[in-house]
């Protein structure tokens, strides 16, 4: 008598042995249908790996145990839709529908995957859309190269595609390729594992993004009648692939509109009519070249130095680069142990900046992919080096400090690249707690959209900032941070010390405010990206902010006082230097604000300056790093130009301060303090140690 377990195992051979012949025979027919047609493959993937689209039979998951089948998918939330599902390639007019009948059509093997040939002069465009068939719903991909993934995602771009856009026409593989990588970083700030559709998963990707600032930025700019063209090449003059182009506000910095370039180093990116500043940013493998920003003169390095480009009457602007041999960081981002997920899992979505250590102003940034991995060409230079997230996962912000990683900017390594050097930096990323919160302009008004939110490190917990963020279109913000604790300043409110050493930790100032507007110029330019401070008549801060690239800046209080103050700080190496309201320089007969409702003030015009560098030291060696330390004015009893200014994570800072005596006050050494005279452009050195209280 035979068995039913031989009877069973028996009849699973013959069907493996089915499965097998059947799968040669499917490969051959495949190779003769090929021709000389364009082949298009890919993944689909869907919440569950099924839901609407065909999930998988008892004996299909069966032979998935056995054969390793339904892999997860590269979107976090998803997995692979499985066999028989319907995959067609359509063209679709600018409205989204459908043009004709499908060019052509496949299904889905086992694993979720498809592979279907168009005819042979086929192109890639955003006006072609690859669609899963589902039993209730499709998901769609726009056909930007011969590999497209079919998703919740990936349908999420299209439709919004499909919505700013008036004609597809103008609409580049390469900027749906840029919109399509950033909504896959939209998508960690969404809990992908509870949706149980495609639409709803969609639908919920395309509002996160709508909410976000930058890319509601993109999306629309899509549609906009102006560009932005031209070609980028290596300094040998090799045309450079995949560069990403970033438009920014030139007023703010912010985000307009992205995209790539092609296989001959072009690109075209449309935006707006506006005025904007251009990054050619390189984080490829193949090329060395420096990320830059566009200028007349030659391509910067940081973004402070690009130069002004107008668009105007929805005219195309050219603009060229030729990158500079550059050095390359790169490295993972992975969950240490201790935090909800297993030690040594991949991170995706963490944004990593590279700043200069000088003046911590920002260079390149690149948020981490799938695997964690992250990669950033820049030019040689000494840099600081941190990572910011803002996504779901609960694991901390931090800056690299060589270990264990640190929460403040000013204890922060200093990282020196070289030209043709790759440099690894790996963050193993701790628990961290979320600080979140909404701001309005009113209770239950508006949302106040754009706004800074600064996150220091409370005095009683050594000081220092930690973080800088913006609120999204619905005035909320959220950064995972370090256990500490912690106060914010934005809106012209400051938080009491929030304790975040064991807990979440929420803060939402409302208004109304009032709004100072002013500019801050030196011989009669603006002046970009210097840091403004409004105090009240005790000296605290009421707002800190940066001057935009025009010189323009925002200042806000919650009730102005007539006694309040403005001053100045230049961390940077500058002709003109730190100043206060009326460019006075000692801030005891500093001019106050006119009355407690102004809302505009006189333009802050900045005196000719000279360099302060000071190092403190412990021993002549040894850095003594977050050092606090206060610039004096003129002669024993006179106030101060700077109250606190504290070391780098190299035991140095750099400031631009007008002509004239200075008393530097070492604060955190028994109030020391060392006497500089500062020359208009030139350089004064200060040095400090601590173990003997002596300057030179």
């Not at 051979?13 to 493959?41: E, N, P, W, Y």
């Not at 060395?288 to 690009?306: L, R, V």
Request: glycine content about 10%; proline content about 2%.
């Amino acid at each position: 008598m035979i068995s039913l377990k031989f009877l069973f195992l028996e009849k699973y051979r013959t069907l493996i042995l089915i499965t097998v012949s059947a799968l040669f025979t499917m490969l051959a027919l495949t190779a003769c249908k090929g021709g000389d047609g364009v082949s298009l493959s890919g993944n689909v993937s869907a919440p569950g790996g099924g839901m609407a689209f065909n999930p998988p039979s008892k004996l299909e998951q069966m032979f998935a145990s056995i054969f390793g089948k339904y892999a997860i998918a590269d979107v976090s939330g998803v997995s692979s839709v499985g066999s028989g599902v319907t995959i067609k390639l359509f063209e679709v007019d600018e409205n989204g529908n459908i043009v004709g009948d499908a060019i052509a059509s496949t299904t889905t093997d086992a694993d979720g995957q498809y592979s279907l040939t168009a005819r042979s002069r086929f192109t890639p465009d955003s006006k072609y859309i690859i669609r899963a068939v589902g039993a209730s719903e499709n998901m769609d991909v726009r056909v930007t190269d011969t590999t497209n993934n079919v998703d919740p995602i990936t349908t999420a771009v299209s439709e919004l595609i499909t919505s700013a856009a008036s004609d597809l026409s103008r609409v580049s593989v390469e900027e749906v390729a840029e919109l399509q990588n950033v909504m896959d970083n939209i998508a960690q700030n969404i809990d992908a594992s509870s949706f149980t559709t495609a639409s709803a998963m969609s639908s919920a990707v395309q509002t996160e993004a709508i909410n976000d600032e930058e890319t509601n930025n993109q999306i629309n700019s899509i549609a906009a009648a102006g560009s932005i063209c031209g070609n980028v090449k290596d300094a040998s003059g090799e045309n450079l692939a995949n560069i990403r182009i970033v438009v920014r506000d030139f007023g703010n910095w912010v985000t307009r509109a992205r995209s790539r370039t092609d296989s001959d180093g072009n690109y075209c990116v449309s935006v707006p009519d506006g005025e904007y500043i251009l990054g050619a940013l390189n984080f490829t493998n193949t090329s060395m070249a420096a990320s830059e920003w566009w200028h007349t003169s030659g391509t910067k390095y940081s973004q402070i130095d690009a130069e002004k480009i107008t668009v105007s009457a929805s005219a195309s602007v050219t603009r060229n680069f030729s990158l500079e041999a550059g050095a390359r960081i790169e490295g993972t981002i992975k969950a240490a142990a201790g935090g909800s997920l297993a030690a040594g899992t991949a991170l995706e979505g963490i944004k990593v900046q590279v700043r200069k250590f000088q003046n911590f102003f920002p260079v390149a940034g690149k948020r981490s992919n799938a695997e964690g991995l992250y990669r950033i060409n820049v030019i040689a230079g000494t840099y600081n080096i941190g990572v910011r997230n803002g996504t779901l996962k609960a694991y901390a912000s931090q800056y690299y400090n060589g270990s264990t990683g640190v929460n403040t900017y000013y204890e922060s390594t200093p990282v020196t690249l070289s030209t043709g050097t790759t440099t690894t930096i790996n963050f193993d990323l701790e628990k961290g707690y979320k600080l979140s919160g909404t701001i309005l302009d009113s209770a239950g008004g508006n949302a106040v959209t754009g706004m800074r939110v600064r996150v220091n490190r409370a005095s009683s917990d050594g000081g220092g900032a930690a973080q800088r963020l913006r609120t999204n279109k619905e005035g909320k913000y959220r950064i995972w941070l370090k256990p500490g604790t912690y106060f914010i300043q934005s809106y012209g409110q400051v938080s009491a010390d929030l304790d975040m050493t064991a807990a979440n930790a929420s803060y939402s100032p409302v208004g109304p405010v009032t709004t100072i507007s002013t500019n801050i110029k030196y011989n009669g330019n603006g002046v970009s990206q210097a840091k403004a401070w409004l105090l009240d008549n005790s000296g605290n801060t009421v707002s800190q902010e940066l001057s935009n690239s025009d010189g323009s800046i925002k200042l806000y209080c919650k009730t102005c006082d007539v006694n309040y103050m403005v001053y100045v700080r230049i961390d940077d190496s500058k002709d003109w230097g730190t100043t206060v309201y009326s460019g006075k320089t000692d801030i005891s007969t500093n001019a106050t604000l006119v009355d407690a409702t102004q809302t505009s003030m006189s333009d802050i015009t900045l005196l000719a300056g000279g360099t302060l560098n000071v190092s403190i030291t412990s021993d002549g060696t040894t850095a003594q790093k977050n050092f606090k330390t206060r610039v004096m004015t003129g002669g024993a009893g006179s106030d101060y130009l700077i109250k606190t200014q504290r070391t780098r994570g190299d035991g140095t800072y750099i400031l631009s301060i007008p002509a004239g005596t200075y008393r530097v006050q070492m604060r955190d050494d028994s109030n020391v303090e060392c006497t500089v005279t500062i020359t208009a452009g030139s350089t004064t050195n200060l040095n400090y140690r601590t173990d003997t209280n002596a300057c030179s």
